[in-house]
Nanobody
């Protein structure tokens, strides 16, 4: 059974860094794209970054470009989100998501294209 588990969230001061991890089981990372989303209270779920496991192509939301880096370790079946220069507006629950029917493309940021989600990990950026 496919399962995604996020970890690594926490409280960090503005300007600080965190690395989130997404551990996948029940499928192999080298065949599917994985995407990080986030959702702040009262806001819609937002696509943050996507990695195409087939060729390593990456996409980022404009709000995180230059600050966040997505990467993967196929051997460990894990995807990471390195977050630097964190801002209070990055505060949210972060989720990883995937779908066997999703082919990496320009619609990567749409939650509707994903079938499988983790439970989320809270990131709070505050002084």
């Amino acid at each position: 059974q496919l399962q995604l588990v996020e970890s690594g969230g926490g409280l960090v001061q503005p300007g600080g860094s965190l690395t989130l991890s997404c551990t996948a089981s029940g499928f192999t990372l080298n065949t599917d794209a994985i995407t990080w989303f986030r959702q702040a209270p009262g806001k819609e779920r937002e696509g943050v970054s996507c990695i195409n496991s087939r060729d390593g192509s990456r996409a980022y939301a404009d709000s995180v470009k230059g600050r966040f880096t997505i990467s993967k370790d196929n051997a460990k079946n894990m995807v990471y989100l390195q977050m630097n220069s964190l801002k209070p507006e990055d505060t949210a629950v972060y989720y990883c998501a995937t779908s066997s029917r999703f082919i990496y493309g320009s619609n990567w940021y749409l939650p509707i294209v994903y079938d499988d989600w983790g439970q989320g990990t809270q990131v709070t950026v505050s002084s």
